[in-house]
């Protein structure tokens, strides 16, 4: 069974260029959360995602950022306009129904040049 | 509103020794606790997690955490440290009780210094 896959791992984007982030869930997990992380920094929250539904998304900026979780295929961060400070690593973590824990993905390093 | 603070940045303890990483947590009903391990340059590791029952967790590498309800704390410990358990460490909460659908809560996280 494998885990939760991000991809890709490392994504270098001009300023003003859109970023698009991908998350695969694990096997049966219909539950997804984005993570942002500074550099020296903790883990702050972005969106959360049910299977075609956004459950909370009061981490994410209003402006530029979105995210998706279709019934098929994997779960999309997208930044549009990147600017110098979306620079962070994102991760993914995805969960089954009920009380378990969540699985954390390797994560994507975005730098903005 | 939920929260989890861990009030130290940094703990450095000379391997051998005994070890532990505090957490508190605030939620309005029931907590759903976990500490996760992030290694340089890679996602986070889940250690162990408290829904109900025995007060001292036991998780993965040796780790365990007791769950204090009177104090809201969740403090990971380990009886004897080593080098490779320097890391950056996350506590977590979730309410189990608040109804629908809720996120997982991260502390800003404590790096743990293990000094051979």
Known sequence: ?113 | AQSVAQPEDQVNVAEGNPLTVKCTYSVSGNPYLFWYVQYPNRGLQFLLKYITGDNLVKGSYGFEAEFNKSQTSFHLKKPSALVSDSALYFCAVRDLDSGGYQKVTFGTGTKLQVIP
């Open chain 1, 1 to 113: 069974n494998a885990g939760v896959m991000q991809n890709p791992r490392h994504l270098v984007r001009r300023r003003g260029q859109e970023a698009r982030l991908r998350c695969s869930p694990m096997k049966g997990h219909s539950h997804v959360y984005w993570y942002r992380q500074l550099p020296e920094e903790g883990l702050k929250f972005m969106v959360y995602l049910q299977k075609e539904n956004i459950i909370d998304e009061s981490g994410m900026p209003k402006e530029r950022f979105s995210a998706e979780f279709p019934k098929e295929g994997p779960s999309i961060l997208r930044i549009q306009q990147v600017v110098r400070g979306d620079s962070a690593a994102y991760f993914c973590a995805s969960f089954e129904t009920g009380n378990t824990e969540a699985f954390f993905g390797q994560g994507t390093r975005l730098t903005v040049v």
